[in-house]
């Protein structure tokens, strides 16, 4: 069984220690992605919750110009899956790729269900994390519509700075709603 998993779970306020043993029973699909490989294509099915034990994945999705745009990052001790195929079982409007060698353990939607239907803890764990999840979402929405590009930048350095020299500039300045040149423009001006 994975550490990282079991302190993830262990470390949530809302698992008690039995809850939190149960769950991870139950996350049984090892994956490990090579760097610039798929997790899940455009159009496809995945009806796993994965955890990133290590390594870092990014959700992408391609406009009519056929530029990657990204979404959004899964990294070490996150949860990433696809939600519109996890929980509704339609087919995946975006892409989730290995941007480094990564290493995931999955939980499936079909052992998951039954645990929060039996266990309140459980199903109050993951109630949070879709809140949580969908708070971040409404959060990054409004940072895109109104922060400029280098309040935009600054966030992104004062959340998730950790990987500026873990992944390529041309993912975080997709990820930042601007060019590649514009990101480097405002990295020059604040270092």
């Known amino acids: ?5 079991s302190n993830f779970l262990s470390e949530n306020r809302i698992l008690g220690t039995e809850s939190a043993k149960i769950l991870e029973g139950f996350w049984n699909k090892d994956k490990v992605l090579q760097s610039k490989e798929l997790l899940l294509g455009f159009n ?3 009806s796993n919750l994965y955890f990133v034990k290590n390594g870092c994945v990014r959700l992408f999705v391609i406009d009519k110009n056929g530029e990657q745009i990204n979404l959004g990052f899964g990294y070490e001790n996150s949860l990433i899956t696809c939600f519109q195929t996890f929980i509704e079982g339609k087919p995946s409007l975006i892409s989730i790729e290995a941007i480094v060698d990564t290493e995931l353990v999955a939980i499936a939607k079909e052992n998951l269900m039954p645990l929060i239907q039996s266990n309140s803890e459980i199903a ?4 949070s994390m879709l809140e949580f999840t969908l708070s971040g979402h409404i959060q990054r929405q409004v940072e895109l519509l109104t922060l400029k590009p280098y309040e935009r930048y600054e966030v992104f350095i004062k959340r998730s700075g950790h990987l500026i020299n873990r992944i390529p500039l041309k993912f975080i300045a997709s990820y930042l709603m601007m060019k590649p ?5 405002i990295r020059a001006k604040i270092s």
């Not at 040149?181 to 423009?185: K, P």
């Open 1 to 5: 069984m994975s550490v990282a998993l």
């Open 44 to 46: 496809q099915k995945d």
């Open 124 to 127: 109050l764990w993951y109630q």
């Open 181 to 185: 040149e514009t990101l480097s423009r």
